[in-house]
């Protein structure tokens, strides 16, 4: 039993600095220490050999704070045409995951474009794939206008904040 307990503590010491980085504030100007670890565990998640940290932190200037967009998961609502139940988690140190009910997930690194705050570069496979410019961004709602870099098309996609429990429903048969 003393045995145990000596496991025990390590684990549990673990767990709560694990709890308390992933707490942290979504200021921008956080530690270089909760950075690392947020870019340490979303290398150990990411399933391709690409590394998942962006060539620069965000950063944005005091007039458009992205705070709003950092603690939020969020729900595609329009256009109907995307993935069922898709969501996006943008992350302050420039991390993206994308998924839904009936794809994989994806983590993409994004920065803000320098030259127009309001515009995020979403990267894939190293090159970038898309931007998206931040239209309307509210508690509830997030407005972007995506321009994919390949084809040159452009979407207006609309986010709604989740705001209670969600379960991907079952796939008919």
Not at 100 to 105: D, G, L, M, P
Not at 137 to 154: A, F, G, P
């Amino acid at each position: 039993m003393i045995k145990r307990q000596h496991l025990l503590l390590p684990f549990v010491s673990l767990l709560v600095a694990g709890l308390i980085s992933c707490s942290q504030s979504g200021d921008l100007s956080s530690s270089n220490a909760s950075n690392t670890s947020a870019s340490i565990v979303a290398q150990t998640i990411t399933p391709s050999p690409v590394r998942v940290t962006p060539s620069s932190t965000p950063s944005t200037p005091a007039s458009s704070d992205l705070t709003q967009m950092f603690s939020r998961i969020w729900r595609v609502t329009a256009p109907s045409g995307s993935a069922p139940n898709s969501l996006y988690i943008f992350l302050p140190n420039g991390t993206l995951m994308q998924t839904s009910c009936v794809e994989t997930y994806a983590i993409f690194p994004w920065t803000i474009d320098k030259a127009a705050p309001k515009v995020l570069n979403v990267s894939e496979n190293g090159r970038p794939a898309y931007t998206a410019e931040i239209l309307e961004l509210t508690d509830t709602t997030l407005r972007l206008k995506q321009k994919l870099i390949l084809s040159n098309e452009t979407q207006e996609v609309t986010l709604t904040a989740v705001e209670e429990e969600f379960v991907c429903p079952d796939l008919p048969k």
